[in-house]
């Protein structure tokens, strides 16, 4: 190599303006800089100056400067730390002493933490992913990941997708925000009370403060309409005359970015400029929702909503809001449909069936209660036991009282309180107007297939038919009197101590032919005839009574002629014998 002349170094003594120790670098070109020293602070510069040494510079430039205390200065000559640049640094690596010593680099997009003590940035403790924690840019990307070193290598602990998506514990959110554990918790600060998804998926509100005892745990739906923007809740957030009318006020707020927008509703919201909430408004819901094939295009709120609970508003004014809570559930056909509701205004609503039951006493009941909690029905089971809570009752009260009670085992009955329109229990079957006089009336026919027993009276516009036994103290029919108009005609019934049919009628034969019937209904042993001559002196008798037929005779010695009217009576064998004394 051959030698060149690049320049030369002058020491001088004395600076004509400074008079202090500098030294000059001559260099081949325009270019010139000054190493020297001030006395009056021990300072140490590397100047270029300017002028015909150097016309590129408008004035000297300190490109290097040491303080008198240490601090070093790159392009600065009042450096405040031990190195400070005024300036772009660029390098490949850069290497910091952290905490306890422990180095920190910065190197190729990657800022990485270690574990060991050793600074020598040459030592094979610095190679590749040897890092306990490291905040990187992705390759390929803007995304950024904060990993940490574990038993399984690195985990994703954060990562920062260019889009905006955050993801914790993985490097895919699927979401803007997208967090892979087991469970979470979010705690008030402070406080024992906050809101956890435990391991199943399930999220928990817990309160384990003793101060919070009369609210628990509480899962909070919070609804607004928001607030309006009107010219008085401007002037009242911003000072009186801030603007004109309601117009004016649009417009100034029109005016504000997206930012000052949202913070200026919220301050109108606090001072209570919120919108009332309308009837009908859905103040929240809760809503189960059932994926099946694809979910592209899938529509929650149609096909996949199985059930919802939702609040809405059933009315509203300045003193307060009233709320409906409506359960619905899927039939397969579209979103789900309302089912249930319980109703502010105590008119609650269940469509389709319902079906109460359970293992104790107390279960499977429906009790309904007046206003001081008097009983007025009951519908549910009874026994006389727990084990036997097998028998279906329901009564219906009168303050508390008896009135009126169906049970599917023991006795039944019916009474009634009066209306002040009569003193009887009425009860009315077909019709909705029951006679005042009467306890029972009924419109329509009536089939008793047992006993019917009375203690008071019957009255029937039409037949009484019965396949048992009518049994009454006294028997007697009434209709209107055939000659006597707005009277009625009262005959009582011939009794006896049994159940006996008659047959009677006029012959003139030596025969009488008894009904068809009476071989199957009549004990032909039990019957009676009882014979009238008519017209003239007859000496009848009965000859014998055989294959249903009575034969009689007139004993006359010469007139032999039978003309007669005949009562026949016998006992019915198709039922048993009335026991006339029990």
């Known amino acids: 190599m051959s030698n060149s002349f690049l320049g030369s170094i002058q020491i001088t003594n004395w600076n004509d303006v400074n008079r202090e120790p500098y030294y000059y670098s001559v260099l081949s070109g325009s270019s010139t800089f000054v190493i020297g020293t001030t006395t009056s602070d021990n300072s140490l ?26 601090n070093i200065g790159i392009g600065t000559t009042t450096p405040s730390s031990l190195l400070e640049v005024d300036g772009t640094i660029d390098t490949r690596d850069v290497f910091v002493t952290g905490p306890e010593g422990k180095p920190i680099s910065i190197s190729e997009g990657v800022i990485g933490f270690f574990e060991t003590g050793i600074t020598d940035p ?31 290598g690195y985990t994703s602990s954060l990562y920062v997708s260019q889009s905006g998506r955050i993801g914790f514990n993985t490097d895919d959110p699927q979401s803007e925000f997208d967090a892979v554990v087991n469970k979470a918790q979010f705690q008030t600060k402070g406080k024992r009370k906050g809101l ?18 009369a609210t628990g745990s509480e899962f909070v739906l919070r609804y607004s309409r928001g607030s309006s923007i009107t010219a008085d809740g401007i002037n009242t957030l911003f000072g009186g005359g801030t603007v004109a009318d309601d117009a004016a006020a649009l417009a100034f707020f029109n005016a504000k970015r997206s930012e000052e927008q ?61 709320g409906d809570l409506i359960f619905k559930v899927a039939d397969q056909t579209g979103a789900a449909i309302q089912r249930m509701v319980l109703d502010s205004g105590d008119e609650h609503e269940i469509t389709g069936s319902l079906t109460l039951s359970g293992n104790n006493q107390g279960s499977g009941n429906v009790r309904l209660h007046g206003s001081t909690g008097n009983s007025l029905a009951f519908i549910g089971r009874y026994g006389g036991s727990t084990a036997d809570k097998k028998i279906g009752r329901a009564i219906l009260y009168d303050d508390g009282t008896q009135k009126i009670r169906l049970s599917a085992k023991g006795y039944s009955f019916i009474t009634a309180t009066s209306d002040g329109n ?44 019965t396949t048992g036994t009518l049994e009454a103290r006294v028997k007697s029919f009434v209709i209107p009197h055939p000659t006597q108009e707005g009277k009625q005609l009262r005959y009582g019934v011939l009794e006896g101590p049994e159940h006996a049919v008659y047959y009677r009628g006029k012959t003139t034969s030596n025969t009488i032919e008894l009904p068809e019937e009476w071989t199957g209904l009549v004990d032909e042993n039990s019957i009676t005839v009882q014979l009238t001559p008519i017209g003239t002196y007859q000496k009848l008798y009965v000859q014998k009574i055989s294959n249903n037929t009575i034969f009689i005779k007139n004993n006359n010695f010469l007139f032999k002629k039978i003309n007669a009217f005949y009562t026949v009576h016998g006992t019915r064998k198709d039922v048993d014998p009335l026991q006339k004394i029990k």
Not at 142 to 147: D, P
Not at 274 to 295: H, Y
Not at 433 to 438: K, L
């Open 262 to 322: 949202n913070s200026i509703l919220e301050k109108l919201e606090g001072l209570g400029f919120i919108n009332l909430p309308q009837v009908g408004d859905t103040i929240g819901s809760i809503r189960f929702i059932a994926e099946s094939g694809s979910t592209s295009g899938f529509d929650d709120r149609a096909t996949g909503e199985a059930a919802a609970i939702t609040a809405t508003v059933h009315s509203a004014d300045a003193s307060g809001v009233r």
């Open 122 to 152: 040459s030592d094979p403790v610095f190679d590749g992913d040897k890092e306990k924690v490291r905040l990187k840019a992705v390759p390929g990307s803007f995304n950024i990941a904060l990993e940490i070193s574990g038993s399984g």
């Open 422 to 465: 009569s003193d009887n229990t009425r009860l009315g079957i077909g019709t909705d107007s029951p006679r005042y006089d009467t306890m029972l009336d009924i419109t329509g026919n009536t089939h008793v297939g047992g006993v019917l027993v009375v203690t008071g009276s019957i009255t029937s516009n039409s037949d009484i038919s």
């Open 45 to 70: 510069t590397i100047t270029q100056p300017s002028g015909s040494s150097n016309t590129h510079l408008e004035a000297d430039a300190t490109r290097f400067y040491i303080s008198g205390s240490g």
């Open 196 to 213: 956890k998804i435990n391991e199943e998926g399930n999220i928990e509100s817990f309160n384990k403060d003793a101060d919070s005892a």
